[in-house]
């Protein structure tokens, strides 16, 4: 990547957050982005407790902590590249001669970063309220690895997002997306107990791998033995980052060529 | 205005409102999609438990879910909506008062949200095997068009307070689970800190899915069904207050319309 093209990345990435997202106050932020996923943790983890699956409270604080990046990577994701059509400004950005690939992946790092925020959010919730303690030494572990599921959810997200670059209800894909992630990647649910065409839909989904690396090393195993999963955990978002971007150059073309872009 | 103009206000806004609403992918989706993957979570633990006999529980307690989600959002979001469309300030300025207009939107949040009962009930029992007995069955289609109407009065309380706020989504978006958590919609509020119960108390979800469980499972059901009435009255005459209150409060400090 070459240094205008890294400027496009980080830089271009940046300023389209702030712009795309300038109405995030506190007052905004602090009810959906950390609000919500602090009672979405409580939720579970009591209705795990009621229906005695046998499964520990960690299993649903991890489980839910992780996840609730995808609060982030879904939502944030997809209005990070189909709110540009909204707001009109998609046209001069796809006029511009700028790196396709600088734009579409620098919009991915502010959105993971968020994310990263939230699911921080979500295990302090545990640790303070619902008594999850993970050992000390397996903190940077359970920290690279929520890193990795939180990448491979924002790159699940660009697919979402190149989807509202042409699409009409994003916001409808974006919802359904984000509910079937909560089904079908074993966050409450274990993969075990689920029938066996929802644990392979799973398996193609991002943070099942993830979640359940998070769970193995919460609960004291090492990095080294969850490396499996946390590898497939990148894979994955590789594989949905390259389909967003071929959805992007796409979309982008079949707009240019029906001269469709900013239009409903 | 006279009495039976207030009522063509509300029978006539409801029938346009539910119409609105019936075309809405994201309503639908709130209403379908959403309890459908709880409940079918909920089933999944309740088998993976030893609770396989609470099925129909959970049924019941995610279709509630639904419609206070549709409730929610539906009351949040419409006034957010016209805020941005610019015609919060006609439907403001309009004759009739604004709780009268508000109304027939904030129960057709919670009817178009009852579809949630339907779909969570239909789904449990084709793919869960969810025995649909009921106890009280006289009672239980009693108690749900109840339930309906006082999470419509809830919604219309909130409606006339998020008038007030520029953010009202967010705080919508803020509300979803503390109420589904505080209600015991799909666990007992009993498992919570002492704490909680008296703050269920003063919501008419928890009454109106005790009365509709109880119905459904057996059990008293006129008490809760009374107290889910009581509640939505308490809100109706709450929000006559607050309306007046707010919208005055809001053209002072000019946040109605401002997105």
Same mark, same amino acid.
């Given at each position: ?74 939502y944030?994701?997809t209005m990070?590249?189909a ?77 979402l997002?190149?989807?509202g670059?042409?699409?009409k209800d994003f916001f409808f894909v974006a919802n359904l ?88 | ?24 992918r994201w309503?639908?989706q ?37 419609? /206070? ?11 957010? /909506? ?178």
């Amino acid at each position: 990547m070459n240094s205008t093209n890294f400027r496009v990345f980080g830089i271009g990435g940046l300023i389209a957050y702030r712009g795309l997202f300038n109405w995030i106050r506190p007052r905004i932020y602090i009810p959906t982005m950390l609000g919500a996923p602090l009672f979405q943790i409580i939720f579970f983890t009591y209705l795990g407790k009621y229906a005695e699956t046998g499964q520990s409270a960690d299993f649903f604080i991890v489980g839910n902590a992780v996840q609730v990046c995808s609060m982030s990577a879904v939502y944030g994701m997809t209005m990070a590249i189909a709110n540009e059509r909204q707001f009109g400004t998609l046209g001069p950005l796809l006029a511009s001669p700028a790196s396709r690939i600088a734009i579409f992946l620098g919009r991915g790092v502010p959105v993971l970063a968020n994310g990263l925020v939230v699911s921080a959010f979500g295990f302090i919730v545990g640790a303070a309220l619902l008594g999850f303690r993970p050992g000390l030494s397996s903190l940077p572990a359970l920290a690279l690895i929520t890193v990795v599921t939180a990448a491979s959810c924002t790159c699940f997200g660009m697919v979402l997002g190149s989807i509202g670059l042409r699409g009409k209800d994003f916001f409808f894909v974006a919802n359904l997306a984000y509910y079937l992630l909560l089904l079908f990647c074993g966050i409450n649910v274990p993969l075990s107990t689920m029938p066996e065409w929802m644990r392979v839909v799973g398996d193609c989904l991002p943070l099942t791998h993830g979640v359940a690396a998070a769970r193995h090393v919460a609960a004291g195993e090492s990095l080294q033995s969850v490396a499996g999963l946390a590898g497939t955990e990148a894979v994955i978002g590789i594989a949905y980052a390259a389909t967003g971007y071929l959805m992007f150059r796409l979309l982008e073309t079949a707009s240019r060529r029906a001269g469709a872009m900013d239009t409903f | 205005m006279t009495l039976t103009a207030y009522l063509r206000i509300v029978g006539l806004g409801l029938v346009f409102r539910l119409r609105e609403f019936a075309v809405s992918r994201w309503f639908i989706q709130m209403a379908t999609v959403q309890p459908i993957v709880f409940a079918s979570i909920a089933f999944y633990l309740f088998h993976a438990g030893g609770r396989p006999g609470t099925l129909l529980y959970a049924a019941l307690g995610a279709g509630m879910m639904g419609i /206070w989600s549709s409730t929610l959002f539906g009351s949040g979001g419409a006034l957010q /909506w016209n805020r941005m469309q610019g015609t919060l300030e006609l439907l403001v300025a309009a004759p009739p008062p604004f709780l009268v207009v508000l109304l027939p939107l904030t129960l057709a949040t919670s009817i178009t949200g009852a579809y949630a009962i339907v779909a969570t009930l239909v789904w449990g029992r084709i793919f869960f095997g969810v025995p649909l007995h009921f106890v009280h069955p006289l009672a239980f289609a009693l108690a749900v068009p109840i339930a309906v109407v006082a999470l419509g009065l809830m919604g219309l309380l909130m409606a006339t307070s998020f008038v007030l706020y520029r953010n009202a989504n967010a705080l919508a978006n803020f509300l979803e689970y503390p109420v589904w958590v505080v209600t015991g919609l799909l666990f007992p509020v009993a498992l919570l800190p002492g704490w909680v119960a008296p703050i269920s108390w003063l919501l008419a979800p928890k009454w109106g899915i005790d009365a509709i469980r109880n119905a459904a499972l057996g059990g008293a059901v006129w008490r809760p069904l009374g107290l889910c009435v009581l509640t939505g009255a308490a809100y109706l005459v709450l929000a006559a207050i607050f309306s007046g209150i707010f919208e005055r409060r809001a053209r002072a400090e000019a946040t109605r319309s401002l997105t």
